[in-house]
T-cell receptor
Framework: NAGVTQTPKFRVLKTGQSMTLLCAQD?????MYWYRQDPGMGLRLIHY???????AKGEVPDGYNVSRLKKQNFLLGLESAAPSQTSVYFC?????????FGPGTRLTVT | RKEVEQDPGPFNVPEGATVAFNCTYS??????FFWYRQDCRKEPKLLMS???SGNEDGRFTAQLNRASQYISLLIRDSKLSDSATYLC???????????????FGKGTKLSVIP
């Protein structure tokens, strides 16, 4: 089992560009989450999903969109990247409270 | 008041030392508590759950005090491999039904020195 995988691992964007981060899990988990982690800020929840076809806003959703068309995949989109979105993005999945994290995507917006 | 507060450290301790981390949480309705470990430039991983009666896993002991809304983690006989950031985590009872959302503290950094 690969667990939770994320692509890409690294990305550099220019302000205004768009991109999609892909998260995939092979544990048949119902719940999936996208977080960002910034120095001194800890992990903050962007969006989450409680099942295929559902999404909901977390603590810091502005500037991001998500989709969960298949149970195993959770996509995070940045429509128009801003320097404030420079961060490390983690995806996680769970069936209960134990969340399993992917290795992260390091995104820099210049 | 922040939802989950931790001393950021760093805690620099010699090998073999005992070290304790503390955490306070603000939402008295929280029911589930955890410690996660995060190595440098890696993803967080569950270290242990925290139960009301206290629980131990090898060199690690976790305690919960619901009245004071306080959680602790004790590491005995520290190893070099224990160097990491330790995240205090509580469930978010006001999240959407069935979402099992968690609120993470900012973490306490531990460096074990030879």
């Amino acid at each position: 089992n690969a667990g939770v995988t994320q692509t890409p691992k690294f990305r550099v964007l220019k302000t205004g560009q768009s991109m999609t981060l892909l998260c995939a899990q092979d544990m048949n988990h119902e719940y999936m989450y996208w977080y960002r982690q910034d120095p001194g800020m800890g992990l903050r929840l962007i969006h989450y999903s409680v099942g295929e076809g559902t999404t909901a806003k977390g603590e810091v959703p502005d500037g991001y969109n998500v989709s969960r068309l298949k149970k195993q995949n959770f996509l995070l989109g940045l429509e128009s990247a801003a320097p404030s979105q420079t961060s490390v993005y983690f995806c996680a999945s769970s069936n209960l409270y134990e969340q399993y994290f992917g290795p992260g995507t390091r995104l820099t917006v210049t | 008041r922040k939802e989950v507060e931790q001393d950021p450290g760093p805690f620099n301790v010699p090998e073999g030392a005992t070290v304790a981390f503390n955490c306070t949480y603000s939402n008295s309705a929280s029911q589930s508590f955890f410690w996660y470990r995060q190595d440098c430039r890696k993803e967080p991983k569950l270290l242990m759950s925290v139960y009301s009666s206290g629980n131990e896993d090898g060199r690690f002991t976790a305690q919960l005090n619901r009245a004071s809304q306080y959680i602790s983690l004790l590491i005995r006989d520290s190893k070099l491999s224990d160097s990491a950031t330790y995240l205090c985590v509580v469930n978010n009872p006001w999240s959407g039904a069935g979402s099992y959302q968690l609120t993470f503290g900012k973490g306490t950094k531990l460096s074990v020195i030879p």
